[in-house]
C-alpha cells in the first residue's frame, strides 16, 4: 500500500458540500479536524457528522487492509 496516496472524503449537508483531503496515514489528523469543527458552534458541521465520516474512513482502511493481507 503506498503510504504518499491522497485520500478524500466529502458529505453534503444542507446546501453545504465538505470534502477533506488528506495524505494516507494521517487519519488521525483529520478526525482531529472532524472534532474541531463539530465542537465549533459557528459550523453547521456535527458530531453525527463527525461519526459518519470517521465511520467512512474506517470502512475504507479496513478494505485496505484486506487487500494487504491477501
Given at each position: 500500500m503506498q503510504v504518499d496516496r491522497v485520500r478524500q472524503l466529502s458529505l453534503v449537508k444542507n446546501g453545504h458540500r465538505y470534502v477533506f483531503r488528506y495524505p494516507a496515514g494521517k487519519e488521525a489528523d483529520i478526525i482531529?479536524?472532524?472534532?474541531?469543527?463539530?465542537?465549533?458552534?459557528?459550523?453547521?458541521?456535527?458530531?453525527?457528522?463527525?461519526?459518519?465520516?470517521?465511520?467512512?474512513?474506517?470502512?475504507?482502511?479496513?478494505?485496505?487492509?484486506?487487500?494487504?493481507?491477501?
Open positions: 482531529g479536524v472532524f472534532a474541531s469543527m463539530a465542537a465549533d458552534d459557528d459550523h453547521q458541521f456535527d458530531w453525527f457528522d463527525a461519526a459518519v465520516l470517521s465511520y467512512q474512513m474506517g470502512r475504507r482502511l479496513e478494505v485496505d487492509l484486506e487487500r494487504v493481507e491477501q
